[in-house]
């Protein structure tokens, strides 16, 4: 006759002893995520962005991650998306339709309207209007 409490005893005994055997042998097993080391230096660029000869041969082609901090801080195109007035001034004769959804909460039934960007920075600062469309191609 089998006997089920035995064969719980010896497996969860296995169990430990698995466990205990793959915890010695990783070093960060069990232990929050990252937590563990080697860390990788990663390196933080600022003000600017490198050369694209530089950047390409010692991040993208090595694969290496990269940190950029305020590197957009001067650049003047920054000023015209920061004011509804300016982007409008920059929409005004554009006639390229977007996709915009009339509530918060998706709802494959509520209304998709397709107004003009312009029309929408005329309105959506006073409706329920959300952009569900990609960069605009003249922001791009």
Not at 6 to 24: D, E, K
Not at 53 to 76: A, G, H
Not at 122 to 140: D, H, I, W
Request: charged fraction near 20%; hydrophobic fraction near 40%.
């Amino acid at each position: 006759m089998f006997n089920y409490q035995i064969f719980v005893v010896v497996f969860l005994h296995l169990n430990q002893m698995c466990l205990f055997s793959f915890a010695s042998e990783h070093s960060g097993h069990l232990k929050p995520f990252g937590s563990s080391g080697p860390f990788e230096q990663i390196d933080q660029l600022t003000k600017q962005f490198p050369d694209p000869i530089l950047f390409f041969n010692n991040y993208v082609s090595k694969s290496r991650p990269v940190v950029f901090r305020q590197v957009l801080t001067d650049d003047p195109l920054l000023v015209l998306w920061n004011d509804d007035e300016q982007l409008s001034e920059l929409f005004f004769n554009n006639q390229d339709i977007v996709h915009v959804e009339t509530r918060k909460k998706e709802n494959r039934q509520q209304d998709i309207l397709e107004i003009t960007m312009n029309e929408f920075l005329q309105r959506y600062q006073n409706e329920e209007l959300y952009l569900v469309e990609e960069v605009p191609s003249l922001l791009r």
